[in-house]
């Protein structure tokens, strides 16, 4: 069986540390990003490594025939990872800016996955990793759109699993809280383009937001139970090699504790925890 698998997303953070692991693990990465330039620094690292944009059914397209001219047309994983965060309140969401999350977040994972079954199916294997969060399992206040693409995701791929039933292509969810990467960055320059946030009744907690968040703390965070990458890394392995992969992994404390009080509390006692957290983490 080949150990060729497509990553999205390895520019940084956990598409980057999987990315590198894995090779040292024995498999042929195809790693792929959204800019030229890190596409090009991926190479000098020597990665195969190819441009693949979420949001282009063009760019898709062209990089999985890319992958496939060199593994013969077989593909054993594909790790969805590629995503972003889009914050503000849900009512400062326009169409459009919710419209650009689902499309990265969930549509364009959708169409690779679906262009990748068919090949699965003929080679009779395959795995299918989708990196969510816990923000796919609990919300949290100022979370709107990243909320809706990975509970959409979770959905989707539970779904997934159960049509793919029988046919040893396996499909797992990875589902980390806080992780070290660039992910605070990205969000951050996407809430100071995206939101308008002179105009809205959220006016002063977007205020005392922004002054907390000067660049440094972003890209340091300020999470005790935040991880490196390679825990999620250590999950995406067994679900790339046990003989029954597991249909969700938890990574980081506040997954875990999460799903386990969405499974035991009422909703309006989650309610008031998760408005609790959101409270201290906008202070």
């Known amino acids: 069986m080949n150990k060729d698998i497509l990553i999205t997303g390895c520019s940084t953070g956990i598409g980057y540390e999987t990315a590198h692991l894995l090779r040292l693990r024995g498999y042929r990465v195809f790693a792929t990003a959204r800019k ?7 190479k000098k690292e020597g990665f195969e490594a190819h441009i693949l944009d979420l949001d282009s059914s063009d760019s898709i397209t062209q990089a999985l025939d890319w992958v496939l001219e060199h593994t013969d047309g077989k593909l054993y994983a594909l790790f969805n990872n590629g995503a972003y965060g889009q914050p503000g309140a ?6 459009d ?6 499309e990265t977040n969930l549509l364009g994972w959708h169409e690779l996955t679906c262009k990748v079954l068919p090949i699965m199916r003929k080679q009779g294997y395959g795995r ?8 796919g399992l609990i919300t949290l206040k100022y979370r709107g759109a990243y909320n809706c693409s990975k509970f959409a995701l979770e959905g989707l791929t539970d779904t997934l699993r159960q049509e793919l039933h029988g046919s ?14 660039q992910f605070r960055v990205n969000a951050y320059n996407a809430f100071k383009e995206n939101i308008d946030t ?7 907690v977007y205020a005392a937001v922004n002054k907390r968040l000067s660049k ?5 965070g300020n999470d005790p139970f935040t991880l490196e990458p390679e825990a999620v890394v250590k999950r995406v392995i067994h679900a790339l090699e046990s003989k029954r992969p597991k249909e969700r992994y938890y990574v980081t404390f506040p997954t875990y504790l999460f799903a386990y009080l969405r499974r035991f509390l009422s909703a309006r006692w989650l309610d008031r925890i998760l408005r609790r957290v959101s409270d201290d983490e906008n202070k």
Do not use: C
């Open 36 to 42: 030229p330039d890190d596409v090009e620094r991926l």
């Open 90 to 95: 849900v009512e400062d969401l326009t169409r």
């Open 97 to 102: 800016v919710l419209r650009q999350q689902l």
């Open 128 to 135: 299918i990793i989708q990196n969510s969060s816990v923000l």
């Open 168 to 181: 040893n292509i396996f499909v797992s969810l990875v589902e980390p809280g806080p992780i070290t990467s």
């Open 198 to 204: 002179e105009n809205s009744a959220h006016k002063e």
């Open 216 to 220: 440094q703390d972003v890209e340091r």
